[in-house]
Each structure stands twice: as C-alpha cells, then as structure tokens.
C-alpha cells in the first residue's frame, strides 16, 4: 500500500477560534511574541526558534509561513486562516495557459459559523489528501475586478511601495518580469495569502518572497516604516503571490484553484451570536440603514458580473467626488493669488528693478532683448532657406520620373 503524503495546513489565529476536526489541520498562534495571553489548542506558536514573530502587525500570517519554512519538514505545506478554509467540492484544475477546466465558480461561500455541518464542503481528510496528491500547487479562486490588480492596489494603498516593489523584483528577479507585468495588467486578481504547496516549490517561493521582503525593508528609511500603514507587507505579498503563481503555472507546473469558505463566527463561547449587521449612514442625509451583510454578500457574490457592476458604480461615485475635491482646491489655491495679489505685485516689481537697475536702457531692455533675437534667427533662416538644396531635388526629381 503506497504512504500517504505528509501533509500539514496551518490555521493562523490570533485569539480564540474553533478549527473543525481534521488530522492535517495544525493551529498555530501568529504573533506571540507580541503578547503574553497563549491561545488553547494550538499545535504550533510562531516565537519558537527562527522566527520573525514580532513583525505580525505588517506581516500579518507570514510570521506563521516563515516559521514552518523555518521548523517543518513535509511533503505538502498549506496555509489557513482561522476563518477561511479551503473547500474541496468545486476543484477546478488549470492549464498552463490559465483556463479553467470545467465550469467557473464563485470565488468564495459565506457561513454563519464555524460549528455549521461542514459535510457539504468536502474537507474531510481523506478526500483533500487525494486531491492535493494530484497537485503541485492549490490555491483560492480567482476573483474579478473591476480594474487591474496594479490600479486596484493604488485605489486602497499608496502605489509608490507597489512600485519599489516592482522594482526591486525586476533588479533581482529579472526572469519574473513579465509574468508580473501580465499580473499588474490582469482583471483577476488572487487574495488572502492562502495556498497548499509541494514542498520543493513551498521552499522555493519562501527563498524568493523573503529575499524581496527583506530587500524592500532594507530600502525603506526609518522615517518611512514609521508611519507606513498596517499590514502594509501582508498586502504587497498577496500581489507578489500572484506573480509567483503565474510564472510558476506558464512553467507547467499543476495548478487547481479552489473557492474558500468564509465564517463570521468561529469564538468559542459565542455559538449563538449569528448576525453581521452593519449601519450605514445615507449621504447627505441623517438617516441611518441596517444591511445584513451576509445577505448583501449573497445578492451580489463575490467574482460575480452584479458585483463587478456593483463595485464599478460604487467607484466612480468616489473618483466623481474625488474630482470635485480637486477642482475646489484648485479654485481655492486661484483665490489664495487674488487675495495676495498686491504682494505679488511688489515682488515681481521689486525682481525687475533689481534686474535692470545697472542697464542703460533700463526696463526697455527687456523688450529689446527678445526682439532682437527674433531678428537675428529670422535673418538667419530666411539665407539659410532661400538657397535650394540641390541633392534634395535630385532625390524628388527621381521619385517623379519612377511614378510616372
């Protein structure tokens, strides 16, 4: 009878969650060496050894990669979040060229909770670890947008550490260049740094990522990485992710792409708790709305053309605002010089005394000046031109004769 595979997928938690029973599941407590509180069941902590536990907050659940890179030794390596799991009902494999075999699904499927009959799912031991076998590299569906993943990302982040990033891949990595300028341009974008690897090309990509890391904090000034925005590293790897997977899929290795289920609930304590209501305020008025979002969600799933359209309409609402904005400061910044006008008057009076104070002809010069240098170019170029320029009609004499 053939071994079966050694395959691990870490749950990354960072409070009190209930992972669903399943012997390849391992929990493990992502930055803990930021906090003295240690979550129960956890199979792992991300502070033991060589780790880099202390950079969660912008590194978010690569503390927890970087520690199994680190620490584990298995056939497959996969990654979790304590609330999205990879479901196993609607595997869709992927050719070389990146089309779907067989029918496109939606990218994820929302539950109430964690303790919900996971059945339907298929993420019972068994069944994964003879999907994954077939695999050198699982990872969530891909989800359209509404514009590319490089203007996606300047749309919620400052583009310029995309852009140093970028750069810094094409200097070391010059062979990923046009895998990341096809995934820049792409409509499709891949999210949450989720994925079940082989372990060959789990170590490869953990020696490529953290090169560019490193290299992207070694560039940053001080100044810089202390008002950079939270997560900041999580979101660039989940772009550079997408490169990675793209060169690594046009090279021929096996691909699949998988939905991923989604749980508002997954705290122990808090079964019964199964709402997600958020309130919104209608602008510019005063009244305040309930949304269900898991119904919002479920109306307009994710990867779908409602919420593509949905997205689009909500986005150039705010790129309309945005020119506004613009268009009052402009006029604002008009108002500044017209308010400050007899000042500026001085100035520019007081520069051209300063300027002519010494000439003979005083303030006429400045008109004499360019005048004068009209003149000359004009008496120039009229010698110049009024002279035929023999070769030149040698050549159009001859193209006349071969037309003719």
Known sequence: MEKQADIRILIACHKPTYVPENPIFYPV????????????????????????SEKNPDYCELTAQYWAWKHLDCDYYGFFHYRRYLTFRNLSPVTAKGKIIGKRHIPYIELDSVWE????????????????EQYDLLTVYRERINTTVYRQYCQYHDGNNLNQMLALLNRIYPEYADAADAYMHSKEIYYMNMYIMKKELFQKYMEWLFTLLS?????????????????????LAERLFGIFYLYQRNRGTQCAELPYLKFYHTEPGKEESTSNIREFRLKPTKIKIKIDMRRLNRLFPAGSLRRVLLRGLFLRKKK????????????????????????MQQLVTKDIKLKY?????????SILNPLMVMVIMVIVFSNMFRSDITNLDRKSTRLNSSHT
């Not at 407590?29 to 880099?52: F, P, S």
């Not at 290299?215 to 979101?235: M, S, T, V």
């Not at 104070?357 to 010069?365: D, H, I």
Request: proline share 2%.
């Open 215 to 235: 290299a992207f904090e070694a560039e940053r000034k001080e100044a810089d990485r202390q008002k950079q925005e939270p997560r900041l590293i999580g979101y």
């Open 117 to 132: 009959d996971l059945t339907p799912y298929w993420i019972e031991e068994d069944w994964m670890c003879r999907q994954i």
């Open 357 to 365: 104070r010494r000439s003979f002809l005083g303030y006429l010069w």
């Open 29 to 52: 407590q992502v930055g803990t060496a930021l906090t003295e509180k240690r979550l129960e069941h956890m199979a792992y902590r991300d502070n033991e050894g060589d780790n880099i």
């Open 320 to 343: 309309k605002k945005r020119k506004e904005k613009d268009m009052n400061l402009f006029l604002k910044r008009l108002g500044g010089f017209y308010k400050y006008r007899f000042l």
